[in-house]
């Protein structure tokens, strides 16, 4: 068996794909390696920012493997082996591999951090290596079902624009929801502030701003704002410098820690928070971090609400969240139309705390649905199904809806841009498990769930999107 170092040009091999091209690298500090008694090599793959932890067996010498392993004719094969080789070529000429450097400063300039392109033509590689003629595939199964918003975008050009704008009473018209309407916002007169920009925040700025909006941001890393600030955004230097510029201030941001440093922290809210100051948070967070900051925010005279949103990263970019706010039905009132720029639709559900709990509950079925789909998958394959036909019949059964018909695709293609990271999904079960611990709710499913998350983060797949649980389910 070989001794590879770190550094290594090699072919790896990980469950359910063939070989691809590699490097053994260092391990990164929170990916923990398997408790298995084999020898194990990091490997990170060529062409994708994908990376494993490998079995010795399964890992061997890129150029003695070459011509046997070096059979693929999928554009995303031949683009790892076109980078291998010229690292290889590189090192030869004794100049630095700099393909890590590459993959890093892609990870830093996009919250997108896709995996492995290794769709449906990865088996047939495997399956020629192995002398198997490859299955044919009816190319129609790539593509997923067209959701009730794409079958009605068509209808938009007939709309009257010229109709007032839905009130905000009348949110329990559920209907609305189900499609795209072109939008005719009025935006307030009020200022607009912004805070955190992550995945979810910068596209629901940018829709303030598209819509008219006086609008400040501010977040941690300042490299993430200029989009804004080209966009017609204003920057504030602190979280409270943007409250004292603004009569209305939005937060989104990643957990519970984040929210309260935002509040609470150096130059946080509280030091800009004056008498009628609002502030609307919109992070998914547990009941009580919710009514702390409330709490927070009222004794300094300002108003709250709580507005955590429903919908992936397109939903955001779109305009269609769904927006669950409770608490001050004032401030609800004055911030509609920011509502109505992010959302399709919002609902007032009364008092604080009601947002939050219907958020997790929400995020806690959603979550669970996704493990059972990626466990449908992986049983299908494992029984020989074509995996493709399987998701072309959930997609026209009773359970066809855009999780399965998005996730189902990401997983055959082999492909996962972070719209909602996994370890978010994860801290989502956990609060909801929390939740109901305090209630006496037994959750026997979605505590299943939780397990099989909090595994798929441990073996490093934490900042990808959600549908990686396929990752841990099919190990």
Request: with cysteine; proline share 4%; hydrophobic share 35%.
């Amino acid at each position: 068996m070989a001794n590879f170092q770190v550094g290594d040009f090699v072919w790896a091999k990980m469950t359910g794909y063939p070989y691809w091209p590699g490097k053994v690298a260092e391990p990164d500090k929170d990916v923990k390696k398997p408790s298995k008694k084999v020898e194990m090599f990091f490997i990170r793959f060529y062409g994708t920012g994908d990376y494993a932890w490998t079995k010795a067996d399964l890992v061997h010498d890129y150029a003695e493997q070459k011509q046997k392993y070096a059979i693929g004719k999928a554009k995303g094969f031949l683009e790892a082996v076109r980078q291998i080789d010229h690292a290889v070529e590189r090192r030869a000429k004794g100049l630095p591999d700099t393909s890590d450097e590459e993959s890093e400063e892609e990870s830093e300039g996009s919250d997108d951090q896709p995996l492995a392109k290794k769709a449906k033509h990865e088996k047939s590689s495997s399956a020629t290596a192995s002398g198997t003629p490859p299955k044919k595939r009816r190319k129609s199964a790539k593509k997923s079902l067209p959701t009730r918003e794409e079958v009605h975008v068509s209808s938009v050009d007939n709309l009257n624009l010229t109709e007032p704008c839905v009130s905000p009473d009348t949110t329990a018209d559920a209907d609305s929801t189900t499609s795209i309407v072109a939008k005719d916002v009025i935006p307030t007169d009020k200022k607009i502030g912004f805070l955190g920009l992550g995945i979810m925040g910068i596209p629901m700025a940018m829709n303030l701003i598209k819509s008219g909006h006086d609008v400040t941001v501010w977040n941690r890393n300042q490299n993430k704002c200029k989009q804004l600030l080209s966009a017609g955004a204003k920057e504030g230097t602190s979280p409270a410098d943007v409250v004292q510029q603004c009569d209305i201030t939005f937060s989104c941001v990643s957990d519970s820690t984040a929210v309260r440093d935002l509040v609470i922290g150096n130059s946080g809210v509280l030091q800009g928070i004056t008498s009628g100051k609002g502030y609307v948070e919109m992070s998914t967070v547990d009941n009580d971090t919710i009514k702390e900051i409330s709490e927070a925010i009222s004794m300094r005279g300002g108003r709250f609400l709580e507005a955590p949103v429903s919908g992936s990263k397109k939903a955001a970019e779109t305009g269609q969240l769904v927006i669950l706010a409770a608490g001050d039905r004032s401030l609800y009132m004055d911030g509609y139309s920011c509502f109505e720029a992010m959302g399709k639709k919002t609902f007032f559900l009364g008092e604080l705390g009601c947002g939050a709990n219907t958020k997790l509950i929400v995020n806690m079925l959603t979550g669970t649905f996704m493990a059972s789909l990626a466990e449908g998958l992986s049983l299908a394959e494992k029984a020989g199904l074509d995996q493709y036909t399987l998701l072309d019949v959930l997609n026209l059964s009773a359970i066809s809806c855009p999780l399965v018909q998005t996730k189902g695709s990401a997983i055959l293609e082999g492909h996962f841009p972070a719209n909602f990271p996994l370890k978010h999904q994860q801290k989502d079960l956990r609060l909801a498990l929390q939740m109901g611990e305090v209630l006496e709710q037994p959750l026997h499913v979605a505590g299943a769930a939780n397990e099989l998350y909090k595994r798929t983060k441990a073996i490093g797949f934490g900042d990808r999107d959600m549908s990686c649980v396929y990752r841990a389910v099919n190990a």
